[in-house]
């Protein structure tokens, strides 16, 4: 008996799914690796912002895992229809290529592991995590293709949308989870505001120190460090749109204030992650705040900040 031979239906309908399925599992690991980052963190290395990373593989599974599933429904009823649909070449060599990268992935995550034991490295719980992760979504995959291979889905429908629902299930825990971290859109934004203010009052400070390097006297007013050669002016509150607070507390202090939405959540307000990290501790401290109004105070250190009429 031939072969039913594939169409362009086909064709696209098995490259999407893979296409999809591939991606979605990319975004899964590497979704689960941020939360082992965050609950692990590492102060040997130097992380950029975690929020950003977990939002878009969090809007990269809420696609995919759908459109993988829509594809596949789409794939399954043409098979319930035909079985003879079942033996499409396309299908076969998807099957069998999904199978291989697998049974790859979870040989090479094994190699890492020995090699890493073997090498006197250290087997951190964020490490061994990771390893754990890829090697249980590598053996999941191979199994579940390789029984599909062999038709064991087609002969239990039934275990196979279980399957499908605890997957469904895990894939939406793992989405959740992220909201814990990122918080919601609305939170979202607000800390993007408060990152931008924290900017804004960074940019503020060092325009002062330099305005006292060149004058020796604090400015009276933020108006004061518009300079229309270099063409700063000073930035305003991108909520409100008010003027940032300023107020001399001394000939060489002075306060910058600001109303946030939310408390920092542990970084510098602009792209440091955690405060574990050695380089940025010192500029965390200096830019924590809770939600409302804060005001943080500076002074001036001459032999830091020379005057530019003493500096040889």
């Not at 090479?108 to 006197?120: A, K, P, Q, V």
């Not at 000939?251 to 574990?276: D, K």
């Not at 109004?293 to 003493?310: A, G």
Request: charged share 20%; proline share 5%; hydrophobic share 45%.
């Amino acid at each position: 008996m031939d072969r039913p031979k594939a169409t362009p239906k086909d064709f696209f309908l098995w490259a999407g799914a893979m296409v999809s399925l591939y991606a979605g599992v990319v975004a899964f690991i590497a979704l689960i690796f941020d939360y082992i980052n965050y609950t692990f963190p590492d102060p040997l290395q130097y992380y950029g912002d975690p929020y950003s990373s977990v939002s878009y593989e969090m809007a990269a599974l809420i696609v995919l895992a759908p459109v993988l599933l829509i594809l596949m429904r789409f794939i399954r009823r043409d098979i319930a229809t035909d079985a003879s649909r079942g033996e499409l070449w396309v299908r076969r060599w998807a099957l069998f290529l999904t199978v291989f990268a697998a049974g790859a992935t979870i040989v090479i995550d094994l190699i890492t592991l020995i090699t890493t034991f073997l090498s006197g490295d250290d087997l951190s719980a964020r490490f061994l995590l990771k390893v754990l992760v890829v090697l249980l979504v590598a053996g999941a995959g191979f199994l579940h293709f390789y029984a599909d291979i062999r038709g064991y889905w087609m002969r239990f429908p039934e275990r196979a949308r279980a399957v499908n629902w605890g997957v469904g299930i895990l894939i939406v825990i793992s989405i959740v989870a992220g909201f814990f971290i990122v918080g919601t859109p609305q939170q979202a934004r607000q800390y993007r505001l408060d990152e931008q203010k924290v900017n804004d009052l960074t940019t503020l400070q060092w325009q002062i120190v330099s305005y006292w390097q060149q004058k020796q006297v604090l400015p009276g007013s933020l108006a004061q460090l518009s300079d229309p050669i270099s063409g700063f002016v000073a930035p305003v509150d991108p909520q409100t749109g008010a003027s940032y607070r300023y107020e001399k507390t001394g000939s060489l202090s002075f306060r910058l204030c600001a109303g946030f939405n939310l408390e920092s959540r542990g970084t510098n307000g602009t792209n440091v992650t955690r405060p574990t990290e050695p380089y940025s501790k010192g500029i965390q401290e200096n830019w924590q705040h809770g939600a409302g109004e804060k005001c943080f105070e500076r002074t001036i250190d001459p032999e830091l900040y020379p005057p530019v009429s003493k500096v040889k």
